[in-house]
């Protein structure tokens, strides 16, 4: 602690002065197309002092030199001389086209009706609290009716849902797999990321494969006046961006950001064994706008690899009793490349057309002497969007597309099955197996209208997707329907009802041996009833209550000659509540409560008895709760700005524990060497609740005239948060297997 009061007292003597010279200068900032006031627009001085404009566009600044530039996304930087007061700023948007009779101005998100929505801004993921590796994942977990299994995971539940039931979508590119490290990580990283709107339920249909959730991001765009970028430097990765116009200020722009893990190879410096290789990562988007008179060209690309190779020594009496070592190694390589054209026919027809493929390469093996596995696998996905979006009048936006997804990949998969069995024997066997998905086809299309019913009353959104799957040949009809009623201004009510699919693309599951070519879609039925209230000019309180209705579900059988059935079912329902001081002002946040009940039930199974094998713990016939059930979960965000460069963030997380299987005795079978365990009621115990409070303190750095540091500490109190138990090898004692403690992370960005 001497340390930390000794390097803050240092920044503080170092920059007091300048604050005590500054001056202070007012203004407001508006769209100088229709004269609306603009929020969030930065004002930036030549030393990195910046303001933020608030719902009213007006900032305040305290400078020592007046010479400021003033940005925000999707308008052209502005650079002038501020007077001490009464400046009013006029911004101008990048995306207006002149045409013969007509502007056309690139489409905005308007949509009338908005159920279960959440939007994130830059400013607010990039000042709400980092996690140990930056990622969007972490701010998007705290949004209401979304849960994660465990510190270390980006992986997102929602309202009962699975993380493959939600959809990824990257500037119009849907993204088949966002995850590095089996979902510690994503690929969405926060020093790129423009905006994020996420659905939680009741989204409309020009979106397929989605059961849960919508997770929209868009990445920046280049800068088309200047070069300039950053370098950002953290504890664990280090981050390169590079923005500027391509070719000259009026043919496009582009954006360049590069990421790579180097606290592996700090750590690797200490240790000389050959075989070891720490987890890491590396990846690249590139993003290149094009504008051709009325059309916009897109470029944009996504390149990850990701690896390690490690050998770990069970410690003695833990584990398994006849494994002495294991072998663990993987890399996966994944690029992700589209191209779109935004045409604009007229000022109400636009037609987008978004053509796109998914690369993915990787091996992975686990030996441990006793069921080693190896899997190579690879795999390619192209993707064909094509969007028709008309404004009819101010009653209707119609909306229809079609969407095909070809498919090819092939695996090979070896390895060993070891199963005790009925008689106190184990069962083994080697299986050497090859997969081959010989272009499998998803395609569909679209049709929704949001229109106006009664003019600032009610509103609806009716929309309807046609699906059909190759693999299956099986047809798709999902209908979908929303509602909304203004009562006031600022106050609404909303209601949903929707059939959201999704096929089995996993090519083991649809695989005629390892799999069932027979499975059917899964499906969910929405129903949302919720209500948003203005009780102030930038307070909102928001509240969704849902109930999802699951059939078809995909679970696993024991049977060979089955593998997979569509018999599981079950349902979802809750509250979730959001009370947001928007971004803008002194300070902003968030807190949230969310209320889940969500069951499952297995209506019919091969009795594991007729194989040989045995009896499953998993409930057969009878309703159960998923191990990712969190009943209560809580979430408070609060960011202060005590100037424009001195901040403080704090995140306070709180959320029931997870459900799991108790161990209440063991069996020792002599003939393999191993006590078998005996479990209690599945999903019968809870672990602890989960509490953690991060703090992140955001300063300037010294020495640069444009750049900031910042130091955070996660999980402050050091909670002992459980996230499994390991027990002995005769299941006598368990021990508590805790998620991260107490970290302090930092950083700095130098800007250029």
Known sequence: MRFLTIIYMFFFFCLAPALLWAE???????????????????????????????????????????????????????????????????????????????????????ELIKISKQKLSREVIKQTTVSLFPDVMKVVQLLPGVTSTHEFSSLLFVRGGDPNEVLAILDD??????????????????????????????????WPQAMSAI????????????????????????????????????AGSFMLGLRRTHYDL????????ENLVFPFFYDGQFKLNLPFDNNMIAINSIYSFEGMQMSVKPEEGYGSANVEEMELMYSNLNVNLSVSSDY??????????????????????FDDSFSPFNLDREQMIMQLRHVWQWELGKGHKLRT????????????????????????TRYEESIETKLEMDWVNFAGLFLQDEMTIIKDLLFANPSMNVQYYTANSQWLVNPRLMFKVKLQEGWEVTLASGIYSQYPLSAQQIDNELGNSDLLAEEAIHYILGGKINIADDFTVQVDGYYKDYRNLIVSDDDPDINYTNHERGYACGLDVMIKK?????????????????????????????????????PYQEWYAPSTERPHTMNLIANYNFTEKWKLALTQKFASGQLYTPVVGAVYQPAINEYIPVFGEYNSERYPPYMSTDIKLTMPLFGLESGYTYLQVS??????????????????????????????????????
């Not at 700090?266 to 064994?273: P, S």
């Not at 949230?592 to 499953?616: C, F, H, N, V, W």
């Open 24 to 110: 202070t200068y007012t203004g407001t900032v508006c769209n100088g197309t229709t004269q609306d006031p603009l929020a969030n627009a930065v004002i930036l001085d030549s030393q990195g002092r910046q303001a933020l404009t608030d719902v009213d566009g007006c900032f305040r600044l305290d400078t020592e030199n007046p010479k400021v530039r003033i940005k925000l996304a999707g308008f052209q930087e502005k650079s002038l001389v501020l007077q001490k007061a009464g400046n009013t700023i006029e911004l101008y948007e990048y995306d207006v086209y002149e045409m013969d009779q007509f502007v056309v101005t690139a489409e905005k998100d308007e």
């Open 173 to 206: 590119m849907v993204i088949m797999h966002p995850y590095l490290w089996g979902g510690a990580v994503s690929i969405f990283n926060p020093n790129l990321v423009e905006s994020i709107d996420f659905y939680s339920g009741g989204f409309s249909a020009e």
């Open 215 to 250: 997770l929209k991001v868009k990445n920046k765009a280049g800068n088309p006046e200047q070069h300039q970028g950053f370098i950002d430097l953290s504890v664990t990765t280090l981050d390169v961006f590079v923005e500027g116009p391509f070719w000259g200020p009026e």
């Open 266 to 273: 700090i750590i690797g410096l200490f240790f000389q064994d």
């Open 344 to 365: 604009r026919i007229s000022e109400n027809l636009s037609v987008l057309t978004l053509l796109g493929v998914y690369y993915n390469q990787g091996e992975f093996s």
């Open 401 to 424: 597309g079609l969407y095909y997804f070809p498919a090819i990949g092939e695996a090979n998969l070896k390895r060993t099955i070891s199963l005790p069995t009925a008689n106190n």
């Open 582 to 618: 928007e971004f803008g002002g002194k300070w902003d946040g968030w807190l949230t409560y969310s209320r889940l009940k969500t069951r499952r039930r297995i209506d019919q199974r091969t009795d594991p008895a007729t194989l040989g094998m045995p009896e499953s713990n998993t």
């Open 715 to 752: 999980n402050l109190f050091n909670v002992q948060n459980v996230n499994s138990y390991q027990y002995k090898t005769d299941y006598s004692e368990k021990r508590e297997i805790n998620q991260l403690p107490r970290l302090i992370i930092g950083g700095m960005r130098w800007e250029f």
